[in-house]
């Protein structure tokens, strides 16, 4: 969930059917997701890839789904994955703890 509406509902529809037992969460600054983003840009055809959209994001980002991360941080769900690295690197990580 990304949200706390979207952690009420995952509660309302689920319950205890299903426990959310981890979450991954690839951390990567903004400056880089940016440069990222405006590169996507390029090839896209994404309207919303502009400098304006994207800043928006990152404050819906930082309001709405860091304190969803922040709770599951707490109970000791989160897996972080540097994410500012190459494809491979982060695979290569992300793959060690799916088998972990």
């Given at each position: 969930?990304?949200?706390?509406g979207n952690v009420n509902a995952w509660k309302e529809v689920v319950g205890e059917r299903a426990n959310v037992e981890s979450v991954l969460f690839f951390?990567?600054?903004?400056?880089i997701?940016?440069?990222r983003l405006l590169e996507r840009a390029k090839t896209s055809g994404r309207s919303d890839?502009?400098?304006?959209v994207i800043r928006k994001r990152f404050v819906t980002y930082r309001e709405e789904s860091m304190p969803i991360?922040?709770?599951?941080?707490k109970e000791g769900k989160?897996?972080?994955i540097i994410a500012d690295r190459s494809i491979e690197e982060v695979y290569k990580e992300l793959e060690l703890i799916?088998?972990?």
């Amino acid at each position: 969930p990304r949200s706390e509406g979207n952690v009420n509902a995952w509660k309302e529809v689920v319950g205890e059917r299903a426990n959310v037992e981890s979450v991954l969460f690839f951390e990567c600054p903004e400056d880089i997701l940016t440069s990222r983003l405006l590169e996507r840009a390029k090839t896209s055809g994404r309207s919303d890839d502009s400098i304006d959209v994207i800043r928006k994001r990152f404050v819906t980002y930082r309001e709405e789904s860091m304190p969803i991360i922040n709770m599951y941080e707490k109970e000791g769900k989160v897996r972080k994955i540097i994410a500012d690295r190459s494809i491979e690197e982060v695979y290569k990580e992300l793959e060690l703890i799916v088998k972990d």
